[in-house]
Structures are given as structure tokens and as C-alpha cells.
């Protein structure tokens, strides 16, 4: 009898049916959980094919813009130097037109009138007849006889 002691104090296992009650109702949580799963990676492929997408049309669309600055920045650079260049070819001919200026009055007799005026506001008048004759001037402006 001592073995009907011992086997009467170890609980009977379990029927299987109990058990499959227990996990039936995990699988299907398993089931939306991989599913789930599987849709959450699916977004997350679409979003990174989406970023890639959109790094691709950027990075495009900046080399078109760095071009174009380029072309723009190349096009004043010359420009720039046009304008200096046509600016030191006129102030050149202004300087030379002043010099065939001032080499004339100095051929005339003239030399730097400017300069003249400004010392003395009655201008010089050089006189080669030694017949003329000078009439001192009244404040009126007419001669004084």
C-alpha cells in the first residue's frame, strides 16, 4: 500500500484540453502582435524610402541651385571687371584729354587760366599795341574822363 500513498500525494497531470484552453487564447495575440508588427516595419521601410526620396530630389535641386549661383557669381565677376576696365579706359582718355587741354593752353599763352582767375577776379589781357590807350574806371563802371 505504500505505493498508493505515494502516488496519492502527486497530483494527477493535467488533461490536455486544459492546457490547450490556456494557450488559445495567446496565439491569436501572438498573431495581431506579429502582424502588427510586420505592418509597423512596412511603415517604417515606406518612411525611409520616402526620406531617401526625398534627400535625393533635394540634393538635386542644391547641386541646380550651387550651379546656377556659380554661373550667376562668374557672369557679374565678369561683368565687374568690364566695368572696371571701361572705367580706367575713360578716366585714361579724360586724363589724356586734359593733358591735349592744358598742352593747347599753354601753346595759347594761356597757361592754367583757372588757376589765374582765382588769384586776381580782374583777368589779365596782354596787350601788344603800346598805342593803346587805358582809361582809369569809376565805380559806376564807365570811364573817367
Given at each position: 500500500?505504500?505505493?498508493?500513498?505515494?502516488?496519492?500525494?502527486?497530483?494527477?497531470?493535467?488533461?490536455?484540453?486544459?492546457?490547450?484552453?490556456?494557450?488559445?487564447?495567446?496565439?491569436?495575440?501572438?498573431a495581431?502582435?506579429?502582424?502588427?508588427?510586420?505592418?509597423?516595419?512596412?511603415?517604417?521601410?515606406?518612411?525611409?524610402?520616402?526620406?531617401?526620396?526625398?534627400?535625393?530630389?533635394?540634393?538635386?535641386?542644391?547641386?541646380?541651385?550651387?550651379?546656377?549661383?556659380?554661373?550667376?557669381?562668374?557672369?557679374?565677376?565678369?561683368?565687374?571687371?568690364?566695368?572696371?576696365?571701361?572705367?580706367?579706359?575713360?578716366?585714361?582718355?579724360?586724363?589724356?584729354?586734359?593733358?591735349?587741354?592744358t598742352?593747347?593752353?599753354?601753346?595759347?599763352?594761356?597757361?592754367?587760366?583757372?588757376?589765374?582767375?582765382?588769384?586776381?577776379e580782374?583777368?589779365?589781357?596782354?596787350?601788344?599795341?603800346?598805342?593803346?590807350?587805358?582809361?582809369?574806371?569809376?565805380?559806376?563802371?564807365?570811364?573817367?574822363?
Amino acid at each position: 500500500m505504500e505505493n498508493s500513498d505515494s502516488t496519492a500525494s502527486v497530483p494527477p497531470p493535467a488533461p490536455l484540453s486544459v492546457k490547450k484552453e490556456n494557450v488559445m487564447p495567446i496565439n491569436p495575440k501572438i498573431a495581431e502582435l506579429t502582424e502588427s508588427r510586420q505592418e509597423l516595419l512596412t511603415r517604417i521601410q515606406k518612411l525611409k524610402e520616402d526620406l531617401q526620396g526625398w534627400r535625393t530630389k533635394l540634393d538635386t535641386q542644391v547641386k541646380v541651385y550651387r550651379d546656377e549661383l556659380s554661373e550667376l557669381k562668374n557672369s557679374l565677376n565678369t561683368e565687374v571687371e568690364q566695368l572696371r576696365s571701361d572705367f580706367q579706359e575713360l578716366k585714361t582718355t579724360l586724363q589724356q584729354q586734359q593733358e591735349d587741354v592744358t598742352a593747347s593752353l599753354r601753346n595759347l599763352g594761356l597757361q592754367d587760366v583757372s588757376a589765374e582767375a582765382k588769384e586776381t577776379e580782374v583777368p589779365i589781357v596782354e596787350n601788344t599795341d603800346e598805342n593803346v590807350q587805358e582809361f582809369p574806371i569809376g565805380d559806376n563802371g564807365k570811364e573817367i574822363e
